[in-house]
């Protein structure tokens, strides 16, 4: 008997490292992912939606082997032996095509196999004599005898939906099927596919690639919409269990003959002991729906669903740990209260607070979900100390933490909504929106102004700024008096524009940030009674944070995010980013070096380095004549090799890697640059062996050169 394994993917930190930034949200995934496939005790593909991922360290490091950022689904992966592989690959973009890619060595590059099919494919089998078969909608079904080189067409009647095949042998294998107007059917071969025998008609089956699950030769199981289906004969006959309900079920896998796992909708997860005779729900804290379960080699159990969720469990199904880290929903706000415990709150709008605050205590390494009393619509969360801290948002929600988040406290005021906190001290603090203060941590709040702003920010015990609106017009409003009482500072900084985030340095030089008709970032050196322009472009300044007097750092952005920095006290901003992230809404630096910002997407990103670009400086100090780029030195490099270019003028410069097929996979260089002649660095350590290219963009000057990677 072939084994077909759904493993699962372990969170890993993305590196970027040309960019001074890491990613640590969310990983490994947010999309739905289909099957995944070991070749041996190390080495295991993980398909999904738009990507094939390989590890070769038994699942603690996945990294991407076939990526396509179109709108494809890679619904199945199956290998014949330990080099090759076969995937199969849904065109999701309106037209209805399908098509098969290959791998000879174990996954390093895939070709693409023309198929000849306008039809969506949804799963594939292979056989261990280089036989595979494929089987998708209208009733698409394929077979190919040379390990996916040529294919023939054995198509079933068209009125006939293949939603998943299953092969025992050379011979005997299984189609789930739904035949228009019908039901759902299971038919079996004992031809290789030749002919087929209906063999159960159920009224419903949720169509799924993982639908069957054999422990031996006799022993299977198929999971439907909400039934289970068992088979003692190698699928002549079918039977079914006990367990039926509302549930839309997942996947199933057994650990012996007894012991049997079932995951569905809703994060269920449901434990038999007696061969499905009798089931028994497990308790995961998830709202993810769950689509593919596994028992591996040590006994542990895994569990993969929606949003890139992944739990797994190490003593049958009694606890559950989260292995997936951070948040696929929008992230608002971010605080950390020592270099390793750092909180980032969203808006899930899931009901019973599971999805919107996450917590880290290694320095960003894992974020874990920690449930909170209610999801709202969050817009701050704000931490003295690993224990003691705050969540604030909309219709007044309002709730205090002692013991890190595991437990809340509710000073929920309706009618209010709140947009920021700050704390003087660990008993004195405020609320934005409008303006509460509190002398005793949180216990009682009093309110000292009817001004409903988005920030608020105290440079001491006595001095602090917040946003406003009077009339509708937006103002800076500023307290001397520890909060006691606010006075208006300024109005109307600029027409159709909204104010963000406020910064203060010191009781006369600070900064908001905004946008409207364009992003902003303004600046005071009066204690805000004048302000002017320091920055401005087309995107969005959500938050700004100043780690000294001198250096800084803003972040936005919507449909592509926004890293800015300043060395001179915010008398001048440059974009330090060269990533592409969807927007970015909170900025939080532990020190001068180490900050993190989060996003859209659930997106964190982390620095060590204050955010610098790595591995870019120039090497010569006369400047060059003409425009330049050199060949890549050594070549063929492992891990890491050197680019030089030269600039005549100062102009903006793109350095981009693309791999062979022309997907761009990293850019070392985004910024404006003076002319004169330039070394980067590109550390491949993280990429498959393989010819590469990189391209290098001056102006409406192209200039594209080869290079090989090979480890």
């Known amino acids: 008997m072939k084994n077909v394994i759904l493993f699962l993917l372990f969170a890993i930190q993305a590196c970027f490292s040309q960019s001074g930034w890491v990613r640590q949200s969310p990983l490994p995934t947010t999309n739905s992912l289909t099957t995944i496939k070991f070749i041996n005790n190390n080495t295991g593909f993980i398909s999904g939606y738009r990507t094939i991922i390989k590890t070769t360290n038994k699942g603690v490091l996945w990294q991407p082997v076939y990526t396509e950022y179109l709108n494809y689904v890679i619904y199945h992966v199956d290998f014949i032996d330990e080099n090759t592989g076969i995937a199969a690959v849904l065109h999701n973009s309106g037209a209805q095509t399908g098509d098969i890619v290959k791998t000879t060595n174990a996954g390093e590059n895939w070709t693409m196999i023309w198929i000849n099919t306008n039809k969506y494919l949804y799963s594939l089998d292979c056989t261990n004599n280089n036989t595979v078969y494929v089987s998708g909608l209208n009733g698409a079904f394929y077979k190919s005898t040379n390990s996916g080189d040529n294919w023939i067409s054995m198509n079933l009647d068209s009125n006939k939906d293949l939603y998943s095949v299953y092969f025992l042998n050379n011979n005997t294998g299984f189609l789930l099927c739904r035949i228009l107007y019908s039901g759902y059917y299971v038919l079996r071969t004992t031809n290789g596919g030749i002919t087929w025998q209906q063999q159960v008609i159920e009224s419903q089956y949720y169509s799924y690639a993982n639908r069957f699950f054999f422990l031996n030769d006799s022993l299977g199981f198929i999971v439907g919409f909400n039934k289970v289906l068992k088979t003692t004969n190698m699928g002549e006959n079918w039977s079914v269990l006990n367990y039926q309900s509302n549930d839309e079920l997942g996947s199933i896998c057994f650990k012996d003959v007894n012991t049997g796992y079932l995951v569905g909708n809703n994060g269920k997860i449901i434990l038999t002991t007696n061969g499905g005779i009798n089931w028994n729900v497990q308790n995961a804290d998830l709202v993810e729906g769950l689509g593919a379960v596994v028992i591996n080699e040590d006994g542990s159990v895994f569990s993969s669903g929606s949003n890139g969720m992944i739990i797994r469990s190490t003593n049958l199904g009694l606890n559950w740990s989260q292995q997936f880290s951070g948040s696929s929903f929008t992230l608002n706000s971010i605080s950390f209260s020592d270099i390793n415990t750092g909180y980032a709150l969203g808006s899930s709008l899931i009901n019973g607070g599971y999805r919107d605050l996450i917590k880290t205590t290694n320095g960003g390494i894992n974020w874990l979900f920690k449930k909170i009393p209610v999801s709202a619509l969050w817009s701050v969360c704000?931490?003295?100390?690993?224990?003691?801290g705050f969540i604030a948002g909309e219709n007044g929600n309002l709730y205090k933490t002692t013991n890190g988040g595991d437990n809340w406290i509710n000073y929920t005021m309706y009618g209010n909504n709140f947009k920021a906190i700050d704390f003087i001290d660990d008993n004195t603090g405020f609320l934005s929106g409008p303006i509460y203060k509190t002398t005793n941590a949180g216990i009682n709040w009093v309110q000292k102004s009817t001004y409903r702003g988005r920030a608020i920010d105290f440079i001491?015990?006595?001095?602090g700024y917040s946003l406003g609106f009077d009339n509708f017009n937006q103002i800076i409003i500023k307290s001397t008096d520890a909060g006691e009482t606010w006075f208006m500072q300024s109005i109307s900084l600029l027409e159709n524009q909204e104010i963000y985030s406020i910064n203060f340095i010191n009781e006369n030089t600070?900064?908001?940030?905004?946008?409207?008709?364009?992003?902003?970032?303004?600046?005071?050196?009066n204690g805000g009674y004048n302000w002017y322009i320091v920055h401005n472009d087309n995107s969005y300044v959500y938050d700004i944070f100043m780690t000294n007097s001198l250096t800084g750092y803003a972040v936005g952005g919507d449909l592509g995010s926004l890293i800015l920095k300043?060395?001179?006290?915010?008398?001048?901003?440059?974009?330090?980013?060269?990533i592409?992230?969807?927007?970015?809404?909170?900025?939080f630096f532990i020190n001068d070096t180490i900050?993190?910002?989060?996003?859209?997407?659930?997106?964190?990103?982390?620095?060590?380095?204050?955010?610098?670009?790595?591995?870019?400086?120039p090497i010569y100090n006369f400047i060059p004549s003409n425009f330049l780029l050199h060949q890549n030195y050594p070549n063929p490099f492992n891990p890491k090799t050197i680019i030089n270019y030269q600039l005549p003028i100062n102009n903006f410069v793109k350095l981009t890697i693309y791999d062979v097929m022309g997907r761009e996979i990293t850019v070392l260089v985004n910024q404006k640059q003076n002319a004169g002649t330039y070394e980067v660095e590109w550390n491949a350590s993280d990429f498959a062996s393989g010819v590469y290219f990189y391209s290098l963009q001056v102006g409406n000057m192209m200039v594209t050169k080869k290079m090989i990677l090979l480890k």
């Open 382 to 388: 704000y931490f003295l100390n690993s224990n003691l």
């Open 460 to 463: 001491n015990s006595n001095t």
């Open 510 to 525: 600070g900064f908001v940030s905004g946008g409207g008709n364009y992003g902003f970032i303004m600046k005071t050196v």
């Open 566 to 578: 300043t060395t001179n006290s915010g008398n001048n901003w440059v974009n330090i980013n060269n």
């Open 580 to 587: 592409n992230f969807s927007g970015l809404n909170s900025l």
């Open 595 to 617: 900050g993190y910002a989060c996003g859209k997407g659930g997106t964190i990103l982390k620095t060590t380095n204050g955010g610098e670009l790595i591995g870019i400086k």
